[in-house]
């Protein structure tokens, strides 16, 4: 999801000492003060979780590591005028853990617009979600059925615990599910989903909208956090086969790849269509003068039901409205699934880029193909190739949200904004779509992952649109506040302060990270080890910090302590400046809770300068310490400390001393 930069800066202040946890340890660590460390000190090691042959001690899946999959064939019919949501489905499931499972858990998310909510009732709305309907029924489950027999559906909130007539037995035990249910599709659910009327007919963005069964980990069992709103998805990967069925003068956006374009398509767009695919700029597939015409639509009476399939996904969404202009380009290259290199299924080549938007985006719009298809490229060049078939971009009411190969973004006016939210929702293609994290417990995990990838997006696409003095500045004040730490769980994060936290304090961590503390190859060779090894696969923070250290050959346990698990602040300052001959001392401090490496910028009075670096083990004993160096002769006129303004140096007066 995408959080606008005006909402990320705003920022509530809170004090005191608070208590984090690494998820997945037996043991709490505290959040230390600004006061004399104790025996436990920034550079101690990570209370990580002992590795076993399921994740490893150096954070790759073990030979035991398993994953559950979960299966849905969905037939849904759309009731534009009633805007209401009727599906069946057919689930299977795999139990593929070495538990044998006598229930299962399902997320019904649509209950979180029911008046009486968990998640309605807390109002978590505040400044980073929008208003959300809460006038609906929420998700109406009319049966369930195990071997044609009705079972029970134990409703909690948006959570139901589904009792199995029988146990699933462990390593392979497969369970179908027949399930049907209708819901009222919220005007604005959460920032993820709603309606919007236009000029030409209402834009319907659809999603958490099926039953979904929870995952099951070898961490936590059964993932049953209830949706408050904020916190977003984690579950597994499948197949989906879905057949939605629409009035006929609408155009579908969904998951996945269309299979029977000849039914829902003229002739002349399937000819659009089979060009875009193949072209590197855009090519209409049915332009703004085609909006409302019967010829832009098969001939006939009644509905239309679009079928789409997606391999090897996490979970699937859908957008449907008469008022679409469909534009197209096409990628020749990609990445391929598991379901592909296994030999299970067979998909086109290469990757359509797509938009769908109405009147009231352009002209803006005209330009979204191609910057979905840069995004897409350009991320595919830093972290690996896109792997999926589809790639789509809807323009309605949510502001900006992800799902398997379409994203939802709102912006109709600014061309900045509009690439911005475009690649932030790309990247989430890669972080949590192909590595599968759990976003209800770590939001920043994935959307400070994307937030960072987006920068250097950002900065290929127009150099001035990313300034990194601004960015530091930006979490410098954030850190200056206080508060909570970046890893806070999902939920639990102060609303006004999730942009700031989830989203700016992470990336900007990695950003240092790769500039200043690794360097862009190793850091970049690290990243590619860590996508590669857990690609379909669902890494705990735990896993990403062993894959990181161990591919980059670094103890890096300070980093990810002052940057993620502490309320740390950053502040280094130069506090003396001496010379004697042909030798200089500095003397600096590090006043804040957090560590870094120190540069710094030395000035002579001849004009020249020269930059010194020294690595974070400068700190290790305290925090004051004393560099030298030989000047040639050259007499020191200023010291600067961060001469790059890269760093969230909470404050920058004390960064400069004059020569002694």
């Known amino acids: 999801m995408f959080v606008p930069l005006s909402v990320r800066c705003i920022r509530m202040a809170m004090t005191g000492v608070l208590l984090g946890t690494l998820v997945g340890c037996a043991s709490q660590i505290t959040i230390r003060a600004a006061a004399p460390r104790t025996p436990e000190t920034i550079f101690s090691p990570l209370p990580l979780p002992p590795p076993n042959a399921i994740r490893t001690q150096t954070g790759r899946p073990g030979p035991d590591y398993w994953q559950q999959r979960a299966d849905y064939d969905i037939d849904a019919t759309l009731d534009a005028d009633a805007r209401v949501v009727s599906a069946t489905a057919v689930i299977r499931y795999y139990n593929r853990s070495p538990d044998e499972l006598r229930y299962l858990w399902l997320h019904l998310e649509q209950n979180l617009y029911r008046p009486d909510s968990r998640g309605g009732q807390r109002g978590v709305g505040g400044s980073s979600i929008p208003n959300r309907d809460v006038n609906t029924n929420g998700m109406e489950v009319s049966f369930v059925r195990i071997g044609g027999r009705d079972v029970p559906l134990r409703v909690h909130d948006t959570v139901a615990r589904l009792d199995l007539p029988e146990p699933l037995a462990p390593r392979e035990g497969m369970l179908e599910i027949e399930i049907g249910w209708r819901f009222e599709v919220p005007r604005l659910g959460d920032a993820r989903m709603g309606w919007e009327q236009t000029r030409n007919g209402t834009i319907f963005q659809i999603g958490q909208w099926y039953p979904a069964v929870c995952k099951y980990d070898d961490v936590h069992g059964w993932n049953t956090l209830p949706y408050l709103g904020q916190g977003e998805f984690y579950s597994d990967f499948g197949r989906f086969d879905v057949r939605l069925t629409v009035p006929r003068a609408h155009l579908v956006a969904a998951t996945g790849v269309l299979m029977n374009p000849e039914e829902v398509l003229t002739a002349e767009q399937r000819v659009r269509l089979t060009r875009a695919a193949a072209s590197p700029s855009a090519v209409i597939i049915r332009g703004l003068d085609e909006i409302g015409s019967a010829a832009s639509r098969p001939a006939g009476a009644g509905p239309l039901t679009w079928h789409f399939v997606a391999d ?13 202009i469909w534009d197209a380009a096409g990628i020749t290259e990609r990445g391929r699934v598991p379901s592909e290199r296994d030999g299970t299924v067979a998909l086109p080549p290469g990757t359509l ?12 719009w ?8 840069m995004a897409v490229l350009h991320f595919g060049g830093m972290w690996g190739v896109y792997p999926y078939p589809t790639a789509t971009n809807v323009n309605g009411v949510v502001g900006g949200m992800e799902y398997p190969m379409i994203v939802y973004c709102s912006e109709r006016m600014n061309e900045r904004e509009l690439f911005e939210v475009t690649a932030h929702e790309a990247a989430h293609w890669w972080f949590p779509m192909v590595v599968n994290t759990d976003e209800r417990r770590h939001a920043w995990f994935d959307e400070g992952f994307v937030t960072f990838m987006t920068n250097y997006a950002m900065r290929e696409r127009r150099a001035a649109w990313f300034d990194p003095r601004e960015w530091a500045a930006r979490v410098a004040d954030d850190l200056g506040r206080g508060g909570q730490p970046a890893a806070t769980r999902s939920d639990e994060i102060d609303s006004g302060a999730y942009g700031a936290l989830a989203y700016d304090r992470t990336a900007w961590a990695l950003y240092c990270l790769r500039e200043k503390v690794l360097g862009p190859q190793r850091f970049d060779d690290a990243m590619h080890e860590y996508i590669r090894t857990w690609a379909y696969k669902s890494p705990q923070p735990a896993d990403f910090f062993r894959v990181i250290e161990d591919a980059a050959g670094c103890d890096l346990a300070w980093f990810w302590r002052g940057w993620l698990y502490e309320d740390a602040r950053l502040d280094q300052a130069v506090v003396g400046v001496r010379q004697r001959g042909e030798n200089a001392t500095a003397t600096f401090e590090n006043r804040g809770e957090m560590v870094m490496p120190l540069e710094f910028l030395v000035r002579y009075s001849d004009g020249s300068s020269e930059t010194r670096t020294t690595g974070v ?3 290790y004993a305290s925090d004051r310490c004393e560099l030298s160096w030989a000047t040639g002769g050259r007499r020191v006129r200023e010291v600067i400390v961060d001469p790059g303004d890269v760093l969230p140096d909470v404050d920058r007066s004390n960064n400069r001393r004059s020569g002694g």
Request: charged fraction near 15%; hydrophobic fraction near 55%.
């Open 353 to 364: 880029v797509q938009s769908f938007y109405p009147v009231e985006a352009t002209p803006l």
């Open 312 to 324: 090897d996904v996490r979970s699937f969404a859908w957008a449907a409205s008469p008022a679409f």
């Open 366 to 373: 005209f330009d979204n193909v191609t910057m979905l298809r």
């Open 617 to 619: 083990e400068v700190w």
